[in-house]
T-cell receptor
Framework: DAMVIQNPRYQVTQFGKPVTLSCSQT?????MYWYQQKSSQAPKLLFH???????NEADTPDNFQSRRPNTSFCFLDIRSPGLGDAAMYLC?????????????FGPGTRLLVL | AQSVTQPDIHITVSEGASLELRCNYS??????LFWYVQSPGQGLQLLLK??????LVQGIKGFEAEFKRSQSSFNLRKPSVHWSDAAEYFC????????????FGRGTQLTVWP
């Protein structure tokens, strides 16, 4: 089945130690998104790729970076994680077709910062 | 400010009872509207979406939603709730711009009593 896959599902890192989260998709979608979701809150968009074009949200901290080496994969890099970065990180994909699009989400990666 | 509002933080219903989760939006034009469900520790699963046309939308798992332009609402309904429906439900809106940004409500937590 076509899907959005996130690895790992759970990630523990140390304060200040760089960490990379992975997202892959078999849907051949041209847009990939990264969201941060803290406990009991709505998902918050960090950035997205439209094909190879990177679009950063204005309030996304510089500590968060992303890479998309090809259509199928997208990575979220947190250069120096702080305790406040502990959250669920959700990857989503969509196929941009005119203005109507539907985002499909992966299962998420739960990040714990010690 | 443009936003999506879910007035109910937490709803409790008995199994077999009917359910309605409220969602209101405040945008100048009608946005594209979505309902997602999130089980604990999981990603977001799309229940249904509204782009245009018939204002009563059928989704998966027996859910439906009705778009009411006059009330700026997109309420989610289910005639008979099952224990497995216990989860968090998010309403989201896309203004239909080329940016493809989803604006989420803060979510409604559904508890189902046996």
């Amino acid at each position: 089945d076509a899907m959005v896959i996130q690895n790992p599902r759970y990630q523990v890192t140390q304060f200040g130690k760089p960490v990379t989260l992975s997202c892959s998709q078999t849907l051949n979608h041209n847009v990939m998104y990264w969201y941060q979701q803290k406990s009991s809150q709505a998902p918050k968009l960090l950035f997205h790729y439209y094909d190879k074009d990177f679009n950063n949200e204005a309030d996304t901290p510089d500590n968060f970076q992303s890479r998309r080496p090809n259509t199928s994969f997208c990575f979220l890099d947190i250069r120096s994680p702080g305790l406040g970065d502990a959250a669920m990180y959700l990857c989503a994909t969509s196929y941009k077709r005119r203005e109507q699009e539907t985002q499909y989400f992966g299962p998420g990666t739960r990040l714990l910062v010690l | 400010a443009q936003s999506v509002t879910q007035p109910d933080i937490h709803i409790t219903v008995s199994e077999g009872a009917s359910l309605e989760l409220r969602c209101n939006y405040s945008y100048g034009a009608t946005p594209y509207l979505f309902w997602y469900v999130q089980s604990p520790g999981q990603g977001l699963q799309l229940l249904l979406k509204y782009f245009s046309g018939d204002t009563l939308v059928q989704g998966i798992k027996g859910f439906e939603a009705e778009f009411k332009r006059s009330q700026s609402s997109f309420n989610l309904r289910k005639p008979s709730v099952h224990w497995s429906d216990a989860a968090e439900y998010f309403c989201a809106a896309d203004r239909g711009s080329t940016l493809g940004r989803l604006y989420f409500g803060r979510g409604t937590q559904l508890t189902v009593w046996p």
